[in-house]
């Protein structure tokens, strides 16, 4: 179908259009009503009409006046974009006209446009449907089309656009390829605006926090309440999946592209787990991008763990912080395959030197105390935290063992302390612990006495995304006691196998 119009044609639009808008100055509203009623496109059949009016009112643009033209602009902007691309293109072209005559369009043509970067439907089946659609993917490279135009005739565009991409963001509601069809084209137009890739990873580093503990909610529930909680949970992993591999897979492309930028990367990351994730109490999938990111480099490992331990043993560190801060670097140091063993021997000696001088505070304090009661256990859980990550590598990475004198002197002084760690750290970490250090036993008590305290579940150590877990094949080691031991009890570790 040609979408030419005829010179004739285009002028008796252009004079219908300038004398709408004249009269309605005036305040004859007839022929403006009317115009407003030929430009709300309902059919698709009307797309030759929607490409004449689109070329006649881009005609008139510098006449258009937001406030004054509010229901005129508002049918514009309300245009859904299931046409041809020759229609699109001028609908295009009107638009940026708009910007380009008066700045206060930016704003509301910006939200128009960008509203139309999510699929808003519940049903599963039909969102894919239209997702993988030859309809939708036109739309949204004719989208991603007019915002680099629009880059390009107001270079601060970025600052407006930036909330709208953020506003649109699904709600968890909507089923997961919601949230990839989201995704892919907010990546796509990061292409052309470098400028806001890290404010946007930003949002999304804040998105999955909230949906990872979300989904810690809804494992709770689901297990009290099975039928109204399991479809619910089921929907939050795979939306948590798709967040994960997909900004994996973007921060994998921006170092391809740009290697120059990792250690950028590294750093923003970094300061984005210490602000949301540090402080926002349990979480099992968010600190994984920062292992992945981990591997390219060898000061990136030893800077992440260096920070873990720099937080955990600052004296001005909150202790619920702090405890976080020691599992954390446990954590990391045991499921890193890349970790040096230097780095390791490094974060178990500062995490012995803590607690010897916890001990050494403790003793000045109270001289006479022979052992630490179980209800006091409480006011030193900090001191327990750090114990039970010193346990935790010992029995994942036995290597650090291996001529540590130093290691095995400071070991033994806060073993044999008055707060007796081996009795409030947990069996379970307890028993292989002393396992690995026979060489020491005879040097600690000859009775162990193991309370019930609760069992501590270190980070890194139960990944639930299956799409995801193939960026850490190479990085995840699975070859530690703690994997043997989940392998028998759990089909939750990360499981790399299949």
């Not at 285009?10 to 219908?16: D, R």
Request: hydrophobic share 40%.
């Amino acid at each position: 179908m040609s979408y030419h119009i005829s010179e004739q044609k285009q002028a008796a639009l252009s004079q219908f259009v300038e004398k709408s808008l004249k009269e309605f100055s005036c305040g004859e509203t007839t022929n403006y009503n009317r115009l407003v009623h030929e430009l709300n496109f309902q059919r698709k059949e009307q797309h030759l009409s929607a490409f004449n009016w689109f070329q006649t009112i881009g005609l008139c643009a510098r006449q258009l006046n937001l406030k004054i033209h509010h229901d005129l602009v508002s049918v514009i902007l309300n245009f859904q974009w299931g046409f041809p691309e020759p229609v699109l293109q001028k609908y295009s072209e009107l638009l940026l006209r708009l910007i380009t005559a008066d700045g206060s369009f930016t704003k509301p043509v910006l939200d128009a446009v960008v509203s139309h970067l999510t699929i808003k439907i519940k049903n599963e089946e039909i969102a894919q449907k239209i997702f993988d659609s030859e309809k939708h993917q036109l739309k949204i490279t004719m989208i991603e089309n007019f915002l680099r135009q629009c880059k390009i005739s107001r270079p601060n565009i970025s600052t407006t656009l930036f909330p709208q991409l953020i506003r649109v963001f699904p709600h968890s509601q909507f089923p997961p390829i919601c949230f990839r069809a989201y995704l892919v084209s907010l990546f796509r137009i990061l292409e052309d605006f470098h400028d806001l890739r890290y404010r946007c990873l930003q949002f999304l580093l804040e998105k999955v926090v909230a949906e990872d503990l979300l989904l810690l909610k809804l494992e709770k529930l689901k297990n009290i309440k099975p039928q109204k909680y399991q479809e619910k949970y089921k929907n939050c992993l795979e939306t948590l999946d798709v967040l994960v591999s997909m900004i994996l897979a973007q921060l994998q492309t921006m170092v391809e592209q740009n290697g120059e930028e990792l250690p950028k990367m590294w750093t923003f990351v970094l300061n984005c787990f210490e602000r949301n994730v540090l402080k926002a109490g349990k979480s099992r999938h968010v600190q994984f991008i920062l292992l992945y990111l981990c591997q390219f480099q060898s000061e990136f490992a030893h800077g992440f763990l260096e920070q873990l331990v720099n937080i955990s043993t600052h004296p001005s560190t909150p202790a619920l912080v702090r405890i976080a801060s020691f599992r954390y670097a446990a954590g990391f140091v045991v499921r890193a395959n890349y970790m040096k063993l230097s780095s390791i021997r490094w974060c178990v000696a500062i995490l012995l030197k803590w607690a010897l001088e916890y001990v050494r505070v403790f003793q000045r304090r109270y001289p006479n105390k022979k052992d630490v009661l179980y209800h006091e256990t409480e006011s030193h859980e900090t001191f327990y935290a750090a114990l039970q990550s010193v346990f935790f590598i010992s029995i994942n990475r036995t290597e650090i063992f291996q001529n540590s004198e130093s290691i095995d002197d400071d070991l033994i002084s806060v073993l044999n302390s008055p707060l007796v760690p081996l009795k409030y750290c947990g069996q379970n970490l307890v028993q292989p612990f002393l396992q690995n250090i026979d060489h020491l036993r005879e040097l600690l008590p000859d009775e162990i006495n193991c309370s019930n305290v609760p069992e501590v579940e270190f980070p890194f150590e139960v990944f639930l995304l299956d799409q995801s877990k193939a960026f850490f094949i190479d990085v995840y080691n699975t070859d530690t006691y703690q994997a043997a031991v989940q392998a028998e009890s759990s089909n939750e570790s990360m499981d790399l196998s299949s």
